[in-house]
C-alpha cells in the first residue's frame, strides 16, 4: 500500500504534468464519472496524509486515495486496462487514469469545503516531515501502548504505514511492541531521526514499488530493493548479522532482528 513517500512522489510527478492543463469534457460513460469538473482548469498538487488533492478551478477538489493497489497515471490516450477506474482527458493530449486492481481506492469531488469535511481528512494527524522533535514528542507521548501500534494511527501522525514503521523502528533499535510509557528520551530521539530518515531516504529514492504502484509516469520507485528490514525474514540483520524474523505487532506483520531491538518487559 502507498505510504507517505509514494505518495509524495505520485504528487511531485503529478504537478508538472497537470498543472496548468484543463481537464476536457467526457464523451460517453465511462468518462463521465469526472462529474461536474469537466473543462476545469487544474490549479495545484498536494498531499495530505496518504491522499492526492487536485485543486481545480472554481474552488473544486478531485482527491483519490490509493489505498492497496491504486496507482494515479499520466498516460497517452490509448491506455487501457480493465482496472482503470477512473479517466480524465486532458488538454495536454494524455489521460489522467486511477488505476485500481483491487478497487480499495477512493474517489472524491466536489467543493473543497465538501471534500476536505469527509472523516478522513477531517481525523487526518500531523505530517512527519513537518513537525519538530517537540512535537513528535508531545504527540506521541500522550498515548500509552504499544510504538507500532502508535505509528500506523493516521489521526496521531499521517502517512506512516508498515514498512515505513519497520523500517524506522529497527534503524532506531526499539521492538515494536515496546509501550510508549516506557520510552525514555533517547527512544523518542532515536525514533524521531529514524522516521525523518527513512522517509527521506524513501522519498529519495522514488519510494517502495513491490507490486502494484508506480509512478505516473509509470517508473517504479528504487526504495524497496534498498529496504533494510522489511520483508527481510530469515536474512541477515545488516547490523549485526542475526538472522531476521517475521512476528505479529499491531495486527500487522512486522520484520525485527531480535538483537537489535529486544523486548524487555518494564
Ligand atoms: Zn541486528
Not at 496518504?50 to 490509448?78: N, P, T
Not at 483491487?102 to 516531515?129: C, N, Q
Not at 500506523?152 to 526499539?174: C, F, H, P, T, Y
Not at 520507485?221 to 528490514?229: D, E, H, K, T
Request: charge should be positive; aromatic fraction near 10%.
Amino acid at each position: 500500500m502507498p505510504e507517505l513517500p509514494e505518495v509524495e512522489i505520485t504528487k511531485r510527478k503529478l504537478g508538472p504534468l497537470l498543472i496548468g492543463k484543463r481537464i476536457l469534457p467526457a464523451r460517453n460513460a465511462a468518462h463521465s464519472a469526472a462529474g461536474g469538473n469537466l473543462g476545469r482548469k487544474i490549479l495545484g498538487v498536494e498531499r495530505l496524509g496518504k491522499a492526492i488533492l487536485i485543486r481545480l478551478s472554481g474552488g473544486k477538489i478531485l482527491a483519490f486515495h490509493q489505498r492497496m493497489s491504486g496507482k494515479i497515471l499520466v498516460a497517452e490516450k490509448d491506455f487501457d486496462s480493465k482496472h482503470v477506474r477512473f479517466k480524465y482527458k486532458l488538454s495536454s493530449g494524455k489521460n489522467l487514469i486511477f488505476h485500481d486492481v483491487r478497487k480499495f481506492g477512493v474517489r472524491w469531488y466536489g467543493t473543497a469545503k465538501k471534500v476536505l469535511s469527509d472523516p478522513y481528512f477531517l481525523r487526518l494527524g500531523l505530517d512527519p516531515l513537518e513537525i519538530d522533535f517537540k512535537k513528535f514528542k508531545e504527540l506521541l507521548g500522550k498515548l500509552k501502548g504499544g510504538i507500532k501500534a502508535a505509528l500506523l494511527r493516521q489521526d496521531i501522525l499521517a502517512g506512516v504505514g508498515n514498512i515505513i514503521a519497520d523500517e524506522s523502528l529497527w534503524k532506531a533499535k526499539i521492538h515494536p511492541q515496546k509501550r510508549i510509557e516506557n520510552f525514555s528520551e533517547a527512544d523518542f530521539k532515536n525514533l524521531f531521526a529514524a522516521l525523518r530518515f527513512i522517509l527521506e531516504k524513501s522519498i529519495k529514492l522514488g519510494g517502495s514499488t513491490m507490486r502494484d504502484w508506480y509512478h505516473p509516469d509509470n517508473t517504479k520507485g528504487g526504495y524497496f530493493a534498498q529496504r533494510l528490514i522489511y520483508g527481510r525474514a530469515n536474512e541477515k540483520c545488516k547490523k549485526c548479522g542475526k538472522i531476521i524474523i517475521r512476528m505479529k505487532a499491531a495486527g500487522r506483520g512486522t520484520f525485527i532482528c531480535t538483537k537489535c531491538q529486544p523486548f524487555k518487559q518494564e
